[in-house]
């Protein structure tokens, strides 16, 4: 019997409710002597990480979630705890990784753990404004970039030209803007992720280039936007 598709997270953890779907947690953060710290992963204080669960889980309810918490009360993290963060779910097994981080700066610890992904074979996922500077991980080579896109409705999804983001999708967690839900192409990363762990469970040894592949052929849109539109 086929294991159950892996799907890490590094986000602000997932709420009780979504226990089930969980098949290993772990918080990771920066100690006061400068070193990162693995410990039992907490509540959910933001929302985020679960509403980012949800999504995944409504498009591929068979996957198992491998929640990396990074974020506590404030969506701000240490370059060092995302890279542990995703040595951890490459370690763990996860087959595709969504990051709903994005760091203005480049750091060598981070980017090194990225290629170690991508040479591991994980697809991993990361969230890139639409307009302004560059952010990392979703700038790294072997990073899918996605972004929020305006003309997404619902699951819609769009392919991309160019280097700064290769995917586009709605920034809203539901159909339409709702007051103090997350938004934002940390929101848009998650609906690739959700199209991809949906590819990946119904064939779990797709390769990565092929299962991308697949949820471009589902696209709605193809080509940039107009007139981009800065999502938070």
Do not use: K
Request: net charge neutral; glycine share 10%.
């Amino acid at each position: 019997m086929t294991s159950p598709v892996a799907v890490g997270l590094i986000d602000s953890g997932v709420a009780a409710g979504l226990a089930r779907a969980v098949a290993a947690s772990a918080r990771f953060e920066l100690s006061v002597c400068g070193t990162v710290v693995a410990a039992a992963a907490g509540p959910d204080r933001l929302g985020h990480g679960t509403a980012v669960a949800g999504l995944i889980l409504r498009s591929a309810p068979s996957v198992r979630l491998l929640v990396a918490q990074v974020f506590d009360a404030r969506a701000v993290a240490a370059p060092a705890s995302v890279a542990a963060a995703l040595d951890w779910l490459v370690a763990e097994g996860a087959r595709l990784v969504n990051m709903s981080v994005g760091l203005t700066a480049d750091r060598a610890v981070l980017r090194a753990a990225c290629l170690r992904a991508v040479e591991a074979g994980v697809l991993a996922i990361a969230a890139v404004p639409a307009i302004g500077p560059e952010v990392f991980p979703a700038a790294y080579p072997g990073i899918v970039p996605v972004t929020g896109d305006a003309r997404c409705q619902g699951d819609d999804l769009a392919v991309l030209p160019g280097v700064r983001a290769a995917f586009g999708a709605s920034p809203w967690t539901g159909s339409d803007a709702a007051p103090g839900m997350p938004a934002g192409a940390s929101i848009a990363a998650a609906r690739v992720s959700a199209a991809l762990a949906a590819v990946f469970a119904a064939e779990p040894d797709l390769p990565a280039a092929a299962a991308l592949a697949r949820v471009a052929g589902q696209a709605v849109h193809h080509g940039a936007q107009r007139s981009p539109v800065a999502v938070p």
